[in-house]
């Protein structure tokens, strides 16, 4: 950085001028509160041209059809597009010059990422993550890609058989080595499925911030659950996928998402403004992915609403995928890591882990069922955090990936995994963490019962989803055509916040380049010990306080009208059990 002029930018003298009627300041405070604006109006300059690039890039993205975000090259290997029920699916493979992809020493890896309203690429978005930690410990790897629409009617049976037939095109590939499945999120009910479903061709499968018991939850903690409750069950996404054409945007998704907590959004954007130098390729990198939304069909969201979300139909062994085939947890035999985090206020561990004592109720049935399930927990990280984290994937990751070959010659029960540091000196592996297992009695899983009112939103949902799939959403659809929806596509909020901000929809940014330009060449950030930026932020870190109080006091009304409108016991409640 070269030190700036003060002929490049005005300051407040020259913007002022001397006027001898203003009361004189000290030189201290006169130099600092001139170094504050002066700073002040370049950080500004700098975050607008932040917002108008995180723009930009997203256009350009759309423009290039939303390839994968991978930080890594690859070939397609299969394209469900192709097959006799085509989906939006594709298996890839990860190419990578600094690694011998030809070896077969170690089994495949295949990273499924989630449909959960953004493309795909988290689990590959960078060096430390999961793909690459894959191919630095030797691995063949392959990803589990997806295009921004859906095709026509693809339904979630059509899609699970399509990765049937991934794995099945990877063990043709690998013979004698069954692949290990890694789940991301929403990802991770489908691994469970494909384990269930495959029985014999995948190895091990590691379930990453996945939830599986949908009805589990801390109250005030995990609001998310409550959601159904208030929009009155799987009708209100049937009748915005009609509205769209048949498809379902994932905005609404990710929208959700930022609804949780608001004081992350405002905690994002002060970061980004307070260290503008430092965070503005950081904050473009994760926008490229985070601004990027993808479809799902009609067919895929209700199905995915009425029997997870709402339903909770997985851990009870209820879930149809299609006539003849119904999903049976019990069925899997491949080992299973599950990986969760108390901070992770999406998926919290009861989500991830509450499932285990509904399908083995005790640790003998476990053992009985010749099953081997590790789990391991992080204190502190959040959702978002499990997948791209650095710190999580040279750690947690790189643990659960080296520590696959003892797990699997694990006598069948529970285990927790335990980390702990050392000195790769000290170790042949030349690993920075020794890793144990400690037997866990599945009795030891003592999570809230789920309350039962969530019982009766399931069959108010289904009430309501059948009378208006009887009468309304045959007239929603005859009203609704491609036209109608790509204009709310590009009218939803999610994504004007976004691209207004590019000069293609505000021409008068044009010149916000250059300007932003011709300060970054002469910037000298300000000093830490600034008394004036000290204050600013004092009074960002007051408001993120007062957003966080707000939305504290969001959760805990919605908790409360929530009983209200569904407490209500039933003669069905009556000796229930969870």
Excluded at 20 to 43: C, F, I, K, N, V
Excluded at 285 to 306: N, P
Excluded at 436 to 456: G, H, I
């Amino acid at each position: 950085m070269h030190a700036a002029t003060n002929s490049q930018l005005a300051t407040p003298k020259d913007l002022l001028g001397d006027d001898p009627t203003r009361p004189a300041r000290s030189p201290e405070g006169g130099d600092a509160l001139q170094a504050y604006a002066r700073d002040l109006l370049e950080r500004s300059i700098l975050f607008w041209d932040t917002l108008r690039q995180r723009a930009d890039n997203l256009i350009e993205h759309e423009r290039q059809g939303s390839p994968p975000l991978l930080d890594f090259r690859f070939e397609t290997i299969v394209d469900a597009r192709q097959f006799v029920r085509p989906v939006n699916y594709v298996l890839l493979r990860i190419l990578d010059e600094n690694v011998d992809t030809g070896s077969e020493a170690k089994p495949p890896v295949v990273v499924l990422d989630p449909r959960a309203g953004h493309g795909p690429g988290i689990g590959g978005f960078k060096q430390d993550s999961e793909v690459g930690i894959a191919l630095a410990e030797g691995h063949p790897v392959y990803f589990v890609s997806f295009f921004p629409q859906p095709c026509r009617g693809q339904t979630l049976a059509d899609v699970l058989h399509a990765l049937r037939r991934f794995v099945e095109a990877v063990s043709t590939r690998h013979p004698g080595q069954p692949p290990i499945l890694y789940g991301n999120c929403q990802a991770g009910w489908a691994v469970t499925l494909l384990s269930a479903d495959c029985s014999g061709l995948v190895g091990p499968a590691v379930l990453n911030g996945s939830p599986l018991s949908y009805w589990s939850g801390e109250a005030g903690v995990n609001p998310i659950r409550l959601a159904a409750g208030f929009n009155g069950g799987a009708w209100l996404a049937h009748l915005v996928a009609d509205l769209s054409d048949g498809r379902f945007d994932g905005a609404w998704l990710a929208q959700n998402f930022e609804s949780l907590k608001p004081e992350a959004q405002w905690e994002k954007y002060v970061q980004l403004f307070t260290h503008i130098d430092r965070e503005r390729e950081r904050f473009l990198e994760f926008e490229r992915w985070w601004g990027s939304f993808f479809f799902l069909s009609r067919e895929e969201i209700l199905a995915i609403v009425e029997n997870l979300f709402i339903g909770n139909q997985l851990e009870g062994g209820r879930f149809r995928i299609c006539e003849h085939c119904v999903a049976d947890l019990r069925r899997i035999r491949n080992p299973l890591v599950v990986f969760a985090s108390y901070g992770d206020n999406i998926t919290p561990p009861h989500q991830a882990l509450g499932w285990i004592p509904i399908v083995y109720p005790t640790t003998g049935d476990l053992i009985e069922a010749g099953q081997r399930i590790v789990y391991l927990t992080n204190p502190h990280v959040g959702h978002l955090g499990i997948f791209v984290s650095g710190k999580v994937a040279q750690r947690e990751h790189r643990a659960i990936l080296a520590s696959l070959p003892e797990i699997e010659g694990l006598a069948p029960g529970l285990y927790e995994m335990k980390i702990e540091d050392r000195d790769p000196s000290d170790s042949p592996s030349n690993l920075p963490f020794a890793v144990r297992f400690e037997s866990r009695k599945v009795e030891d899983l003592k999570f809230p019962r789920p309350d039962p009112a969530f019982a009766r939103i399931a069959d108010f949902s289904a009430m309501s989803e059948s009378i208006y799939g009887a009468f309304f959403s045959p007239l929603v659809r005859a009203s609704s055509n491609p036209f109608l929806a790509e204009t709310a596509k590009w009218l939803h909020p999610m994504r004007m916040s976004r691209y207004v901000f590019s000069a293609s929809f505000s021409p008068w940014l044009y010149g916000l380049p250059s300007l932003a330009k011709a300060i970054r060449d002469d910037r000298s950030p300000l000093s830490d010990d600034n008394p004036y930026l000290k204050s600013e932020r004092t009074l960002f870190g007051l408001v993120t306080t007062l957003i966080q109080t707000a939305r504290s006091n969001r959760d805990a009304s919605l908790e409360r009208m929530f009983q209200v409108l569904y407490g209500i016991p039933t003669s069905r409640d009556t000796g229930s059990s969870p």
